[in-house]
């Protein structure tokens, strides 16, 4: 399985974004796909989360402004951002998980990143 992230840019405050995140590879043992960003000098830190039943899960800094989305074949994540905060500025990733046909987890897959900047 293999995540290449895109959609990252330069944009100025209060504008939006629509990152992508595609998936190649089998999904079979992919249950929940998510989005996590790494600003300079801090740790990566969880955005949003979707499972395969469609729960979902957002950060308490970014709910309300950011979306995260997905096809049902967990081909491609979506994450939607809106009213780009400064603070918003970091690379963003996307991570899913990897269950075995026995019920353990393996190592996550991670994209490459996709960089957000944001001007004030």
């Known amino acids: 399985v293999q995540l290449q992230a895109s959609g990252g840019g330069l944009v100025q405050e209060g504008g939006s974004l629509r990152l992508s995140c595609a998936v190649s590879g089998s999904t079979f043992s992919i249950h929940n796909m998510g989005w996590y960003r790494q600003a300079p000098g801090k740790q990566r830190e969880l955005v949003a989360t979707?499972?395969?039943?469609?729960?979902?899960y957002y950060a308490d800094s970014v709910a309300g402004r950011f979306t995260i989305s997905r096809d049902n074949a967990w081909k491609t994540v979506y994450l939607q951002i809106h009213n780009l905060k400064s603070e918003d500025t970091a690379v963003y990733y996307c991570n899913a998980d990897n269950w075995t046909a026995w019920g353990t987890r393996g190592s996550d897959y991670w994209g490459q990143g996709t960089q957000v900047t944001v001007s004030s």
């Open positions: 979707i499972a395969s039943d469609g729960s979902i």
